[in-house]
T-cell receptor, first 114, second 111 residues
């Protein structure tokens, strides 16, 4: 499975934008980039995913580099409820019926200050 | 919709005891996964099932067995619990190439 590299921690102030980076230099052409987050004492929660083009949804935006070797999760206005561990994961969607395993790394701990 | 339901939510076992963690999903997904998460760590994949009737090992399968009982249910069994298996266990159901849905977890302590 292709690996991702994320900073161990980041800090932000409430109502400011947050850019969470992820490097994935060994990404293959069939790997989707997924982001999940895990709030304290909860199971992980899906945030967003994409393949080549930038993606937006109600929670966040995903900016994917042209060479796909890095991506950035953008929270447009951080709130205290966004404090969580954010995981960047590559998932191969061409591995037959399994669509590739969902393998978590260490993630980035995001702290949001009031 | 209930999504992914895990039972029990909490459990304390003595070393050597056995137990089964239950997971059920009501979203008609083919793929289901079991993870464990130790304090301060990320999730590690124990076993997964790409479809009904199939199971495969993940990163840390030793000491565990699984059963994909039907499309809805995927259980994880500890035959002889050890203190090293103290962890939070998460079950997930995955909508094909899209997002995964996680249960709230089972907090297991082995003493």
């Amino acid at each position: 499975d292709a690996k991702t590299t994320q900073p161990n921690s980041m800090e932000s102030n409430e109502e400011e934008p947050v850019h969470l980076p992820c490097n994935h230099s060994t990404i293959s052409g069939t790997d989707y980039i997924h982001w999940y987050r895990q709030l304290p004492s909860q199971g992980p929660e899906y945030v967003i995913h994409g393949l080549t083009s930038n993606v937006n949804n109600r929670m966040a935006s995903l900016a994917i580099a042209e060479d796909r070797k890095s991506s950035t999760l953008i929270l447009h206005r951080a709130t205290l409820r966004d404090a969580a561990v954010y995981y960047c994961i590559l998932r191969d969607v061409m591995s037959g019926t399994s669509y590739g395993k969902l393998t978590f790394g260490q993630g980035t701990i995001l702290t949001v200050h009031p | 919709n209930a999504g992914v339901t895990q039972t029990p939510k909490f459990q304390v076992l003595k070393t050597g005891q056995s137990m089964t963690l239950q997971c059920a999903q009501d979203m008609n997904h083919n793929s289901m996964y079991w993870y464990r998460q130790d304090p301060g760590m990320g999730l590690r994949l124990i076993y997964y099932s790409a479809s009904e009737g199939t199971t495969d090992k993940g990163e840390v399968p030793n000491g565990y067995n699984v059963s994909r009982l039907n499309k809805r249910e995927f259980s994880l069994r500890l035959e002889s619990a050890a203190p090293s298996q103290t962890s939070v266990y998460f079950c997930a159901s995955i909508r094909e190439r899209y997002e995964a849905f996680f249960g709230q977890g089972t907090r297991l302590t082995v003493v």
